[in-house]
């Protein structure tokens, strides 16, 4: 199995341990006299199942991420810096969003409301930030299809 497959497969097992979780919350109580629509016994062991074939297979991304070496660093280096790299583009971003907001003034006697930096050039910088994470991306996703997951 390839480490692209291993994840989507990741991401179905979380989202059907969402779905049993939800569907077990829902038949927690029943009024006397009534049934749960599904048994919670076997929600609870289908639970247990879908977590314990989550934790395996998180193990085993977890350690093929840690062994694959792609231009001297691992995979998982390349993950957490490509995660960072999207936050502080997210917070950049919101930060020149506001900074670049005009504040209208209705009369001279208002109070003045201006930018603290300079919105261009770090509207550059984020620029460039946002297509060193594309190509990181693109990098870890090639990764990702020709990988096998150990």
Do not use: C, H
């Amino acid at each position: 199995m390839k480490l692209a497959e291993a994840l989507i497969e990741r991401k179905e097992l979380q989202s059907r341990l969402s779905r049993l979780n939800q569907r077990l919350q829902a038949n927690a109580l029943v009024q006397e006299g009534d049934v749960p629509s599904e048994d919670p016994k076997v929600l609870i062991k289908d639970v247990e199942t879908t977590i314990d074939e989550l934790t395996t297979l998180v193990d085993r991304i977890n350690k093929t991420n840690g062994v694959v070496i792609v231009d001297g660093k691992t995979l998982s280096e390349m993950l957490t810096k490509r995660d960072f790299m999207v936050k502080r583009i997210s917070i950049m971003r919101e930060f020149l969003q506001k900074a670049s907001n005009k504040i209208e003034r209705y009369s001279r006697n208002e109070i003045m409301i201006t930018a603290t930096v300079d919105v261009k050039p770090y509207q550059k910088i984020v620029d460039k930030l946002s297509y060193e994470a594309r190509m990181l991306d693109a990098k870890i996703q090639y990764t990702n299809w020709n990988t096998e997951l150990i």
